[in-house]
């Protein structure tokens, strides 16, 4: 790894795994500080609510593991984090940013289909939530069929796909790691308000109708903000609703 690596974080390279999630969740206790572990190929990739996660050769796979968190209730907002630093590296790598956009909660746009997405993870010891797992996938060379979504997502589109450019998984690294360690220090600095502005800034659909599907629900309504805990606002006609976990549909 060349480049400007952020001080204090730490980066474990593996060849197959089952799931670089597993890998952060095993290796965990051992290590002193956050830490980047890449792999070149997943067996089990997983996405978020049970699905699988398809990781063809070439694509970015990654776990950032914070292994101990000062704030364990600020947890859920490393999908903030993670989705600006994300959305910050394909700009750097582009010098495109008006073809990418953030979808609550932590998918990456890229000309309205889906290019990247995160999975939060919690470590607990004893049952308390003591470090956060943040699994990262970034279709760069190639994007699932459209089979593989479920009906009503956004087709998944790759970098490679729609700009033509092609971007190794080190490369992307390099430019993600560095973009992640900028946010969490902003996120420690000045609080999630700061991120909550640019996340804002760089939304996909706002003001316009959108669905939210819970397990038992389903609500639409205008998309108007994300509040100052990350939950969705939507404009109802029974009211305002703001929703704290869901899949969110255009
Ligand atoms: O459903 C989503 O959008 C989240 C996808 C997260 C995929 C990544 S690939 C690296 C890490 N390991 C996994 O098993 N999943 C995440």
């Not at 490393?78 to 609550?104: I, N, P, Q, Y």
């Not at 939060?120 to 279709?139: A, D, F, H, P, Y």
């Not at 800034?201 to 939210?212: E, K, N, P, S």
Request: aromatic share 8%; charged share 20%.
């Amino acid at each position: 790894m060349s480049g400007t690596w952020p001080p204090g974080y730490g980066y474990l390279p593996l060849g197959e795994v089952t799931s670089t999630l597993d890998e952060g969740r095993a290796r965990a206790g051992a290590m002193t500080g956050p830490t980047w572990i890449t792999a070149t190929h997943q067996t089990q990739a997983r996405g978020r609510r049970g699905r699988a996660w398809a990781h063809p050769a070439g694509n970015f796979a990654a776990t950032l593991v914070l292994p101990r968190l000062d704030d364990p209730d600020s947890a859920a907002l490393r999908s903030f984090v993670a989705a600006l630093a994300l959305d910050e590296a394909f700009t750097m790598l582009t010098g495109r940013a008006d073809a990418f956009a953030l979808k609550w909660p932590n998918d990456v746009l890229l000309n309205g289909g889906k290019v990247a997405g995160i999975l939060l993870e919690s470590l607990t010891t004893r049952g308390r939530l003591t470090g956060l797992s943040i699994g990262i996938g970034v279709n760069l060379a190639h994007a699932p069929g459209g089979d593989a979504v479920e009906p009503g997502a956004l087709p998944p589109v790759s970098l490679m796909g729609e700009t033509g450019l092609a971007v190794s998984p080190e490369d992307f690294l390099e430019a993600l790691a560095p973009a992640y360690a900028r946010w969490e220090g902003q996120l420690a600095t000045y609080g999630f308000e700061s991120l909550r502005t640019a996340w804002l800034a760089r939304a996909a659909r706002l003001g316009d109708q959108v669905t939210a599907r819970l397990p038992n629900e389903e609500i639409t309504g205008t998309f108007r903000t994300v509040d100052a805990t990350g939950q969705l606002v939507l404009s109802t006609p029974k009211g305002e609703r703001c929703i704290a976990a869901g899949d969110v549909f255009f």
